[in-house]
């Protein structure tokens, strides 16, 4: 027999999984790759003031860090970065080439040979220049990549285009020594693939207003003798078609990703590998993200699934799939291949993300870098539910559900617990269904959570996605809502103590349903857009510059709906009390946002708090941030529902 229960008031519950350690474990690992058998990948260390280090995992299993505090391997391409790494194996070391937050440079390096060197100049223009992509040709002793170079003070004055810069350190000083190997017809383009034989290149392009999830272009062009790319011809893709990824066989046919069947699938040359109602590729968010890789023997390693994303083997001959055996449920967009050998980033609902190695020839999947290691007592993580609701006219509403859980204490009969709506950013975007100790925070206290996959969210084929296309502020705010009002009437969660968070397009979600739905208690608002007519070409960032044209409209064809929708103008409506929190370096959602929002709410009583953070952009890094942050969160929660949170400071709310 088991030990009693305790019986005590949901949300009081004293909890190992506080907001230090939830911020330990935040972020996880990225850009995995091989350099010779090493598998190598970039990982969060909140700690050191939210860099990312490059780690290796040498021939005796060792994991050590390529480069020392405080080198940061990270980019601003778009904002939200790109691949920032190359190396290739030396004699004696390896080759390292990667871009450096601080500076935003390409950087040399050869471990135990020297400090990193600059490869690239420095540009005194708006944003400078930024590199991502980074591919090394030692034959021709460059590095190819993706330029992004400002050439005005506006975020929109910007050019993209495919280079190489000099391995040698010529172009540290000299921007002339850049070459250029593409002209600059299009607004966005993504690292170049090579072919085989090395005569052609294959790359995506698009153009605003179209986000790469709307429509891409791939294309391909020969490879002159001195490098650069000619007579680039279009041979797939459109306004129309996303193509999200491209690579070339190891027998030289073109492979990608398309979504014009409604779902991306694969095809080589044209011809669907292994058509299905699963997603074969995601939203092209940051440059070098990789659902698939093919193998030395023609196979290809996928990441596919409806919802959560799986890595399997593909028989581009047969269409069969060979999923990898193991406890991992859902797998990052990174993905690299070294002979038989797969390496990718997996995790599970027991598990955060770890780097996978599977060998091909064996079938054995084994993590090999980046091992999760439960911080507490397992009993402790929540066990979701994963749900469909039903939402407006009938439609489906995908939701993951975190019950209250506690090894050994219950609520009392009779209560029901508070539960607070999760709403993820994008919002062409999805929540993935993996271990996340920040959810443990809420749910082991006895605060339930349903994150929510509403329609706009990818994994569910393009119709689903695209129920947000003009209806941003709408299908989001009432699949929301959905959940939460069916979770009430059900007699899961208690419909007095509802409350809701999100950032980004979250923050928006969030604002707009405390703005037009008496459905919540309270919310959580995080470096949100709130005002549409401030937040666009000009006032945010050149990638999303246009975004709102498919979310919301053209503004000059709608510029009642731009006002009717935004939370900034009904903030007079807003009754419920908030928290606002904000990075004072967020170029994406700047905090201009936050700040005409509470000229608006001042003075009407309404109880919130509004916390700024110096050094933080687009979402939090640091760790003291993210303790603050979580800690204010839940004393928000505390005060307006009542509850008794043992160890979290009281954040103070004013008027």
Not at 172 to 196: I, K, M, N, Q, Y
Not at 430 to 446: H, K, N, Q, W, Y
Request: with cysteine.
């Amino acid at each position: 027999m088991g030990e009693e229960m305790r019986v005590q008031p949901y949300g009081s519950w004293p909890s190992p999984v506080d907001a230090a350690l939830a911020a330990a474990h935040d972020g996880h690992p990225e850009w995995v790759g091989f350099v010779g058998g090493e598998v190598w990948w970039t990982e969060p260390r909140p700690a050191e003031g939210g860099r990312r280090a490059l780690v290796r995992r040498t021939a005796d299993g060792t994991e050590e860090p390529v480069l020392p505090r405080p080198w940061n391997v990270r980019n601003r391409v778009h904002e939200y970065g790109g691949h920032p790494w190359a190396a290739a194996p030396g004699a004696d070391r390896p080759l390292v080439v990667f871009t450096h937050f601080a500076d935003q440079r390409l950087h040399r390096y050869e471990p135990g040979g020297g400090d990193p060197v600059p490869l690239t100049p420095l540009s005194p223009t708006g944003g400078g220049l930024r590199w991502a992509e980074p591919e090394l040709d030692l034959a021709r002793g460059e590095v190819r990549c993706v330029l992004e170079e400002f050439t005005g003070e506006g975020s929109g004055d910007v050019r993209r285009v495919l280079a190489a810069v000099p391995l040698d350190g010529s172009a540290a000083d000299d921007r002339s020594a850049v070459r250029e190997l593409t002209d600059e017809r299009h607004r966005f383009v993504t690292g170049a693939r090579v072919s085989p034989d090395g005569r052609q290149a294959a790359w995506l392009a698009w153009d605003h207003p179209r986000m790469p999830w709307d429509g891409t272009e791939l294309l391909v062009a020969d490879i002159g003798d001195d490098g650069r790319f000619r007579d680039a011809r279009t041979v797939a893709g459109g306004d129309d078609e996303a193509i999200a990824q491209v690579e070339w066989a190891s027998d030289g046919r073109l492979l990608y990703a398309s979504d014009r069947g409604g779902w991306w699938n694969l095809y080589r040359d044209g011809v669907p590998l292994c058509p299905r109602q699963e997603e074969f590729g995601g939203p092209l968010w940051k440059l070098g993200q990789r659902w698939f890789a093919p193998l030395a023997d023609g196979l290809l390693a996928v990441l596919h699934g409806r919802g959560a994303a799986v890595l399997g083997i593909l028989d581009p001959e047969t269409g069969e799939i060979a999923d990898a055996a193991g406890p991992w449920t859902e797998f990052a967009s990174s993905l690299a291949a070294h002979g038989s050998r797969v390496a990718a980033i997996g995790a599970s609902l027991r598990t955060g993300y770890e780097v996978i190695e599977l060998d091909t020839g064996t079938g054995r999947a084994r993590t090999v870098g980046a091992r999760h290691r439960d911080p507490v007592d397992p009993a402790y993580y929540p066990e979701p539910e994963v749900r469909t609701f039903t939402g407006p006219g009938g439609r489906e509403v995908h939701a993951h559900v975190y019950p209250p859980r506690h090894p050994e204490i219950v609520g009392p009969e009779g209560e029901l617990p508070p539960y607070v709506i999760w709403v993820h950013g994008g919002p062409t975007s999805r929540v993935p269904l993996v271990l996340d100790l920040e959810i443990a925070a809420f749910t082991s206290r006895g605060i339930g959570v349903a994150e929510v996959n509403y329609g706009g969210s990818t994994g569910y084929g393009r119709e689903y996605r695209e129920r947000l296309r003009h209806q941003w502020g709408v299908v989001d705010v009432e699949d929301c809502a959905t959940v939460a009002l069916a979770l009430a009437e059900e007699g899961t969660a208690d419909g007095d103590r509802l409350a809701i968070r999100g950032g980004s397009a979250g923050g928006w979600t969030t604002a707009a349903s405390l703005t037009s739905t008496d459905v919540y208690a309270c919310g959580t608002i995080s470096y949100p857009i709130l005002d549409l007519a401030t937040w666009g070409p000009g006032r945010t960032h050149d990638f999303e510059s246009r975004y709102l044209e498919s979310l919301v409209g053209a503004i000059a064809e709608v510029p009642e709906r731009y006002a009717e929708r935004s939370p900034t103008t009904n903030a007079d409506r807003l009754k419920a009390p908030f928290l606002l929190l904000q990075g004072l370096d967020d170029v994406i959602c700047p905090p201009e946002q936050c700040e005409h929002f509470l000229d608006r709410v001042a003075g009407r009583g309404v109880p919130h708090a509004y916390l700024t953070f110096a050094g933080e952009g687009h979402g939090f890094r640091r760790a003291d941030t993210m303790v603050r942050a979580l800690e204010a969160e839940l004393s928000l929660y505390a005060q307006v529902f009542g509850l008794d949170l043992p160890g979290v400071p009281e954040l103070e709310l004013g008027t």
